[in-house]
């Protein structure tokens, strides 16, 4: 072979020995009391910044730049001499704290959710850090499970746009920018179909559904060019993700041409012993790597038995390799090699800028979602009614960060209590304590209205954080229905990391503003929304079910042989629709949808049409709209949902304004996986709705012939 260039990918691979290759394929924490040796020996390709599995429920050390350059000169100075990579889950911010992901999720606008992760890359790599597992894209339909708040939500088509948006803001134009960071497309997959929405629990999912629901998101992160992709704890179907070549190697990288680094999560290779498919951690090693894992997070099969297996031929070169090699071309494309060293000095003019808390605060308004709004009551007049702001959450600060949040400081997010006290209007009371209910009782009494901030500690969602009950925190709805109880207007203000079952809290809340956990500008954002100043535009991306007990509850369910319309195939004590559905939010006007028009009735394979509607801001207040185009497959080889996300538009409107908005419509909105796992469209009718929820508007039909 000619002599490499210098400092390819083939030059490089062509000086390492076969230990040294497998170095390369090893993560190990910050925290390893072996690092120092490890890194000089060569065995070490990357060091993630977490000290144990749950670094997201954590207090843990923060990232100390001159302590990662040191250690960077170590790694140089020893042979083979190639910069680590340092990774950190730098998941909705990074000392600029964004809303939760699910909350980024409700604001719908991909632009947002982008600019979130250009924010997040920025201050991350900064601080040294060059690698990122976020965005989380796995499909979540169970709010038990704690990690719904890590996701966008249920919806292929809606996590697919925003996982595209997030890693396109993160990798930027270059990787080698000190503004970029490689991002990684987690968990694949399947991991949100937890039973019982117990995280790492068992899944049984069928190829139809993992492709048609499952799958969609990662594919679009693959083209968009995502660098890596983290593999998932559980088993699908009897097999785990980590040892599934069909699932890695054969679908991610040959089917979808994925050609970053797949990296397992913590101790994952190790823990098929426990799944009970291994026998050793040699026998770990040999399947994982051969399933397609490029690198082991912490746990050491690879370490200790990698080089001893390619050896005795159980482990081809080739396959040690090709790993080898995507790591290598990892470590290229962030210009290691030119610049293993981050400057100290670039994040005084880059964390928590101006510029990043303006686009926090966007992103924080526009995550939060009206759910009620009795007799308009919101906005309220911040000069003329006596208001008290009381409640667990009044005078909550680092608890608006949200779960996964290692960066955000207390002493940089402000309470809504802080924001309310700075905005020293003369008639808001701040709720001294909630400790003596009778004193609070009297508080409501003395005002006109209540503002009262209820929710979730952000310990009770994120991993291994799963519950039994959606019920809010206890003693929570007894609060509320003593304060309601007086008989003066209350307004729910609600925290949470996942949906909970709001079905007696609607009964006693004349409003709820439904606000995640919103991050640093949360308090403002809420407090901008409850008097006017922001019109509210989120909308859900899950639903809400009525109950734990009407789980699971999604708005993409399959119409059965016996449909609800046709047989009381529901509940016989309950309705069985969501609470409040997929896609639903109110705002402080009203627009009015006129009926579709399509540009033509029939479509061949190849051709487009248009769908259109002419939207109305019949309201006072100038809004932003959420329209959302929504396809019925009505007859196919396959069942399908009774309507899918197809598409989603933002549009402001000013008062009286009437737009247009369209959507074009090819062959891939009405395409699907089919029994054979080819993506196809087939002739048959299918219904188009453009509307403002899943579960609002009347369709159209379209025939493919
Ligand atoms: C955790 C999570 C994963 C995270 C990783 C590193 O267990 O499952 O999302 O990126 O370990 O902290």
């Not at 790993?323 to 962030?334: D, G, I, N």
Request: aromatic share 6%; net charge negative.
């Amino acid at each position: 072979m000619s002599n490499p260039k210098k400092n390819t990918v083939e030059e490089i691979l062509s000086r390492l020995t076969v230990k040294e290759k497998v170095g390369q394929l090893i993560q190990i924490s910050i925290k390893d009391p072996d690092l120092i040796e490890k890194v000089k020996s060569g065995t070490v390709g990357t060091v993630i910044l977490a000290e144990s599995p749950t670094a997201g429920n954590e207090v843990q050390d923060k990232v100390l730049l001159s302590e990662l350059n040191a250690i960077q000169k170590i790694a140089l100075e020893s042979s083979p001499a190639l910069p680590l990579v340092f990774a950190r889950d730098v998941i909705h911010g990074h000392r600029t704290v964004f809303p939760i992901p699910i909350g980024q999720a409700a604001t719908w606008n991909r632009d947002l959710v982008k600019k979130g992760g250009e924010v997040l890359a920025k201050e991350g790599r900064a601080n040294g850090i060059h690698w990122t597992f976020t965005p989380m894209l796995d499909i979540a339909r169970d709010p038990r499970w704690g990690r719904i708040a890590e996701s966008y939500g249920e919806d292929p088509f809606l996590s697919a746009a925003l996982g595209e948006a997030c890693i396109t803001g993160i990798e930027g134009q270059s990787l080698s920018d000190t503004t970029s960071m490689i991002a990684c497309a987690k968990h694949y997959i399947g991991y949100g179909a937890a039973e019982g929405g117990r995280d790492y629990n068992t899944t049984e999912i069928g190829e139809n559904t993992l492709r048609n629901i499952y799958l969609p998101p990662f594919k679009s992160a693959v083209k968009a060019g995502v660098g890596s992709v983290m593999a998932s704890f559980n088993e699908i179907s009897g097999s785990p993700v980590t040892g599934n070549q069909d699932l890695i190697r054969r679908l991610l990288k040959e089917e979808l041409c994925f050609e970053g680094v797949v990296l397992s999560d913590w101790e994952a290779v190790a823990e098929l012993l426990f799944h009970g498919v291994c026998e050793s951690m040699e026998e770990a090693a040999n399947l994982a790597l051969n399933a397609g894992i490029d690198i082991e997070m912490v746990s050491t099969c690879y370490e200790k038995h990698l080089e001893k297996l390619v050896h005795s031929g159980s482990v081809k070169l080739e396959i040690l390799e090709d790993s080898v090699r995507r790591v290598l071309e990892m470590k290229l494309k962030l210009g290691l090699l030119e610049n293993p060293y981050t400057a100290e000095n670039l994040g005084v003019d880059v964390y928590l800028n101006e510029h990043h808390k303006k686009i926090a605060l966007d992103s924080a308004t526009e995550s939060m979602v009206l759910l009620e709004n009795k007799n308009n009551l919101l906005p309220l007049e911040i000069e003329l009614q006596k208001i008290l702001l009381t409640g667990p959450m009044a005078h909550a600060r680092e608890e608006l960060f949200g779960t996964w949040t290692l960066d955000g400081k207390k002493s940089e997010v402000e309470s809504l209590a802080d924001f309310c006290k700075s905005l020293q209007a003369s008639n808001i009371t701040i709720g001294e304590s909630v400790l003596h209910s009778d004193r609070l009782l009297k508080e409501v009494l003395d005002h006109e209205i209540t503002l009262i901030a209820l929710g979730e500690h952000p310990q009770r969602s994120g991993e291994m954080n799963s519950v039994s009950d959606l019920s809010l925190p206890a003693g929570q709805l007894d609060l509320l229905k003593k304060v309601k109880g007086i008989g003066k207007p209350v307004v729910v203000l609600l925290f949470s990391g996942r949906p909970l079952d709001l079905s007696e809290v609607r009964l006693y809340a004349d409003a709820i503003l439904w606000a995640w956990h919103p991050g640093t500008m949360g308090a403002q954002a809420c407090i901008d929304l409850t008097f006017g100043i922001e019109s509210p535009s989120g909308r859900l991306p899950v639903s809400f079910p009525r109950s734990v007990g009407h789980l699971p509850c999604y708005y993409n369910y399959k119409n059965t042989g016996r449909p609800h319309t046709r047989f009381p195939s529901n509940y016989i004590d309950s309705l069985s629709s969501a609470l409040y559905p997929f896609g639903y939010g109110l705002s402080y006007s009203k627009v009015k949808y006129s009926p579709i028009s399509l540009s033509k009735q029939e479509k061949k394979k190849g051709e487009t049409l248009t769908a259109s509607i002419s939207l109305t801001n019949t309201g006072p207040v100038a809004v932003q709209e959420v329209v959302q185009l929504y396809i019925r497959d009505s007859k196919s080889s396959m069942t399908r949902p009774v309507k899918e996300l197809k598409g989603f538009q933002k549009r402001f409107l000013s008062p009286n304004e009437t737009v247009t908005v369209s959507f074009t419509i090819d062959d891939s909105l009405l395409s699907y996986y089919n029994h054979e796992n080819k993506w196809v469209v087939e002739s048959g009718s299918f219904e188009i709705w453009i509307a403002p929820d899943s579960v609002t508007g009347e369709s159209v039909s379209l025939d493919f012939i």
